[in-house]
């Protein structure tokens, strides 16, 4: 249905302007000659080097879950908190809206971002295309804006300071596997998904 | 030249230029990811009210209930968003005050009022440019998620000051409110289309 010409095309997502598509450099980005909107951007990193990042992500991810946060002492009592102890003491509590939109913002969607991200790249490593593929690659891309691993961090360093004045608070494992994670995220989310569309563009015009 | 004059329908989920629907239909499914492709957004703008309305009806509640719930030996209190800008500013902590004061209330109405102002100039001429205002469109869809943060600082709080007798913190029906204030923003802002901005308010000449 695609005719060469319009595989040849770009259009501004803000403002449609059409333009011709260049092949860039690795790094490089084409930006819209009327708005000025970065129109596509051949990533930086190739995709087993992202594996190796989502990889690293997931452990991170796992650690994260797995031991306490912060660990608060008041008065002879301990209480360690994880994020999902944190949602379940909310959902208990009678305050499920809060619980969902916890859960999902900071667990869920970013859960199922690196898992696809890493279903994906696997499938660009291995030059095979599953029937999921574009599927995956579409639901992710519509469920990005929705993870927000990056404002939870932001949370726990402000309860970090608001529970500091309470009680005896030490940071848990889990709060530097945290800020690892926020790191790795960052660099996953600038990787533009686009490019993962045409992976044979990507490889014709690396070699 | 825009792709909708050039009878091309961008796909917004991967960006394929499209052709349009030759039986003259007004989507086309997009040949490389599968994509529903709209000339423009779907009812954009009745969207986008719908969703603005309904978060700044929520935003009420979300300042007058409490956001979070103290009880300890001496007694319980109950905060709101803006007493707890308070307490922080108060407590010799004013940088966090300023911070939570810019993500729960100045990006929250400035977010809401920039949402309102577009989708009305969006139908018709204002005299703006349309540089200006795309660039008000982007700038709203980058800073939204932050208001989150007093959400996500309330249930971390709950879900670890749970020392029984001697203090425990409950999350209030304000951050439930505050939450859909963010969401809701957030799906009107996704829901807008930028470029009814430049159909109507761009120039053919406007290319720098
Ligand atoms: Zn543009
Ligand atoms: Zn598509």
New interface residues.
Partial sequence: ???VA??G???C??????HIRRVLHPGERARC???G?T??RRPRRRPDQMLAIVTAALIAFVLANTFP??V?R??G?V?E?T?L??????WS?G?E???A??FV??WLFPVFDLLAMFLLLLAIQTGSRPALF??L??TL??MR??G?IE??M???L??L???S???DVLPGVALYAFIALTVLLAVILSYDL?AL?QPDQQRTAEA | MNALAAGLRMCLSCRTVCQADAAGRESVRCPRCGAAVHPRKADSLARTWAYLIAAAIMYIPANLLPVMRTSSLFGTSEDTIISGVAYFWASGSPGLAILIFTVSVVIPMAKMGALACLATWARRPSGMDAHALGRLHSGVELVGRWSMLDVFVVALMAGMVQFKSLATVEAGPGAAAFGAVVVLSMLAANSFDPRLLWDNHGRPDDAR
Avoid: F, H
């Fill in positions: 249905m695609t005719s319009e595989a095309l770009a259009a997502p803000e403002c449609d302007e059409l000659a009327r708005c909107t129109l596509y946060i912060l608060l008041a008065q009592i209480n908190a994020l102890g944190s949602v379940a003491a909310l509590a305050q809206p809060v619980a939109m916890v913002t900071a574009a599927p690659l579409r891309q519509a804006p929705w927000m404002v939870l932001l949370g726990v402000v309860s300071i608001k529970l004045k309470m009680a686009r569309w």
